[in-house]
């Protein structure tokens, strides 16, 4: 900036005639030193092959795995430039601490400054999880982690296992899994917990540089709270309190609800009461208006309904000619739905006649009119039968094989023999799960843990690396062999 300043000086200075000279003259110089410039930028070269490695560490102050040391900065450096990527969401601390570190990533290094005092022989462990990664090609240094020790040692200890979802067997990587020192047996319901980490996708967790000392081990989701305080949460918790010298012994950890959410009740303007009438809706199993064989027919309403005997709902033909032996009830499961249950024909027409008020609605409302559902039960040849080996069944207690779509049980059966015949089932992929029914009453039950009700673990449900593909009109065969 000075030379430019000076050399329009030094022009204005200059006569009239040899002004125009001077300035073309300066103007051609910059010229050549911006191309010069230009010319000399460094270019990454196009083609060759591509940055596959992640950033790695080059420094470390103090020093990774460093003992004796009470910092209260560390400066990590690495062999190139990183981004990271919420970073604070991923960061783990253990064991934890009461205020989060201040964490600042500029160029190729990272910057944390501690708030806490650390506690004195202690083994504290940072890592980043996937928040780490080079600038150009965004590679990620996974599960980056960075450990040093206030007292002469690291600790070594261990403690690794997997979770599943009991009720499904499936897994959900958002959970986290706690520790909290045994002698506290509410501290899971008050505390933070004291060590936590994250699943993988597989489901599986590891704690690393723990202290050969016993824990109470839990699981629960990774809220802010971080803790037991709603029994509707996913929870799971180990029967013993775990000892930190295990030798690469995994533990298995199944969570559960104790009681599900409570679904929202949806508001209705009391203004409009007395103009709102239930609308008649027709559940999936009713494909287009044919009736599937092997299940109930269900109507779903708006609103939960009462069954009035007084105008009984009629299952006839196509004359309208009563047929016997069908059982009309509101379901079990959900006051809003009315179930038909009959010994289906295939192939067959019927009606189904509801007086305008054989069902009343929790807002003492009736149906419009008298309605009459017209529907047709399926062909035979929507169904195949099926023959499934089973090997290996014995190693699980009561087992009921449950075959599912979209997460809901269509069809179980008991298991109690390696050769399990099915002499209908209708055309569809089914995802095939064992359940092991402690009790013996056919369904999944949930665990308990706390609030006044014991512990108890839940029912397993495992999830079986099969899909058994029905065609229909079809003999169909599964050969299962189960490996625990």
């Known amino acids: 900036m000075a030379i430019w300043k000076n050399l329009t000086k030094f022009a204005f200075m200059r006569k009239s005639a040899n002004w125009a000279t001077l300035l073309l003259k300066t103007f051609t110089a910059i010229y050549w030193v911006h191309s010069l410039v230009a010319c000399a930028n460094i270019v990454p070269p196009s083609g060759g092959p591509r940055d596959s490695i992640p950033p790695y560490r080059i420094y470390a102050k103090p020093k990774d795995s460093a003992t004796n040391v009470q910092p209260k900065e560390i400066l990590i450096a690495f062999n190139e430039y990183i981004n990271t990527t919420n970073l604070q969401t991923h960061l783990v601390v253990n064991p934890a601490l009461k205020n989060i570190p201040l964490i600042e990533s500029k160029l190729n290094t990272l910057r944390i400054r501690i708030r806490d005092t650390l506690n004195a022989n202690t083994t504290y462990q940072f890592q980043f999880g996937d928040a780490i990664g080079d600038v150009n090609e965004g590679n990620i240094a996974q599960n980056f982690t960075y450990v040093f020790s206030t007292g002469e040692?690291?600790?070594t200890g261990k403690i690794q296992g997997t979770v599943q979802i009991a009720e499904t067997g499936k897994i959900d990587s958002t959970l986290i899994v706690v520790l909290h020192?045994?002698?506290n047996d509410t501290a899971i319901y008050k505390n933070k917990p004291l060590y936590y980490t994250k699943l993988n996708g597989k489901g599986k967790f590891g704690f690393d540089f723990l202290p050969f000392t016993h824990y109470n081990l839990f699981v629960i989701p990774n809220d802010y709270a971080k803790k037991y305080d709603d029994s509707t949460k996913l929870f799971a918790f180990n029967n013993i309190p775990i000892n930190a010298n295990r030798k690469g012994d995994s533990i298995r950890l199944y969570a559960f609800q104790a009681f599900a959410k409570a679904e929202k009740k949806k508001s209705i303007n009391k203004s409009q009461l007395k103009r709102y009438t239930p609308t008649l809706k027709y559940s999936k199993d009713l494909d287009g208006l044919e009736q599937d064989l092997l299940h109930p027919l269900h109507l779903l309403f708006e609103t939960p309904i009462f069954i009035n005997d007084s105008f009984p709902i009629v299952l006839t033909d196509t004359l309208n000619k009563p047929i016997a032996n069908f059982i009309v009830k509101k379901d079990s499961a959900n006051?809003?739905?009315?179930t038909i249950e009959h010994d289906w024909k295939a192939n067959t027409p019927l009606r189904l006649i509801i007086p305008q008020h054989a069902i009343k609605d929790s807002l003492n409302n009736f149906?419009?009119?008298t309605d009459?559902?017209?529907f047709k039960t399926k062909q035979l040849t929507a169904y195949g039968s099926c023959v499934i080996r089973i090997t290996g069944y014995e190693q699980f207690n009561n087992p009921i094989l449950f075959l599912t779509q979209d997460e809901k049980i269509k069809f179980k059966f008991p298991i109690t023999q390696n050769l399990l015949n099915i002499n209908q089932l209708?055309?569809?992929d089914f995802?095939?799960?064992?359940?092991?029914?402690g009790n013996k009453n056919g369904i999944w039950d949930t665990g308990k843990y706390g609030f006044g009700f014991g512990m108890k673990q839940p029912e397993i449900v495992h999830l079986l690396p099969y899909q058994?593909?029905?065609k229909g009109d079809w003999e169909n065969e599964l050969n299962i062999t189960i490996n625990k």
């Open 372 to 374: 009459t559902l017209k």
């Open 367 to 369: 149906l419009v009119k």
């Open 431 to 437: 995802q095939l799960k064992i359940l092991e029914d």
């Open 468 to 470: 058994l593909n029905i």
């Open 153 to 155: 040692y690291l600790d």
């Open 181 to 183: 020192p045994v002698g």
């Open 335 to 338: 006051s809003n739905t009315l």
């Open 426 to 428: 209708p055309a569809g």
